[in-house]
């Protein structure tokens, strides 16, 4: 079953009343909350950072994945991916982990599997205020999610699942 892409300009929380859908974010592993797409959830899906912060009282590792559905939705899902050990303003510094990434990738298709989710929305997970670059990014990405991009052929694609997953460029 195929794995669709579709890359669109605009806000990923546009997609946030989708049914059998989840939107997966990155987050730091230090129990902050509150800055880029996180700092949108606390205003749009309060229950995804309840669950973050919840979880960060027993600590966070990298590649972890903490899911939060949206109360009284058809199916309808956040995805906490501790994608970065720190966070800062430093723009010369990488916070975002790229082996982080590919596990919160993997954990997230294990779980839209699970879930019978049938659309994953993202922005640019990694590249916005953890300095990451989004053409390295894209490709772990496409890898994980088995969608074959130039020079780099995927290994996932006999994948189990018919969904659509769309990256959202915030205009």
């Known amino acids: 079953m195929p794995i669709n892409k579709i890359v669109k300009d605009g806000d990923v929380f546009s997609s946030r009343n989708t049914p059998n859908s989840l939107i997966v974010h990155g987050c730091n592993a230090q129990g902050a909350y509150g800055s880029g797409v996180a700092g949108q959830m606390c205003r749009l899906a309060p229950e995804a950072r309840f669950a973050y912060l919840r979880e960060a009282k027993n600590g966070l590792s990298l590649g972890q994945i903490i899911p939060a559905k949206k109360p009284h939705s058809d199916n309808i899902w956040v995805i906490n991916g501790i994608t970065q050990e720190f966070y800062g303003t430093n723009k010369n510094v990488c916070y975002a982990s790229m082996l982080a990434i590919r596990d919160v990738m993997i954990k997230t298709l294990e779980f839209a ?12 997970i990694g590249a916005g205020l953890a300095n990451g670059d989004w053409t390295i990014i894209e490709g772990i990405i496409d890898s994980v999610l088995g969608i074959e991009t130039a020079g780099n052929p995927s290994n996932s694609s006999s994948l189990p699942l018919d969904v659509t997953y769309t990256i959202w460029h915030y205009k």
């Open 113 to 124: 599997r699970i879930h019978r989710i049938t659309e994953i929305h993202m922005p640019l």
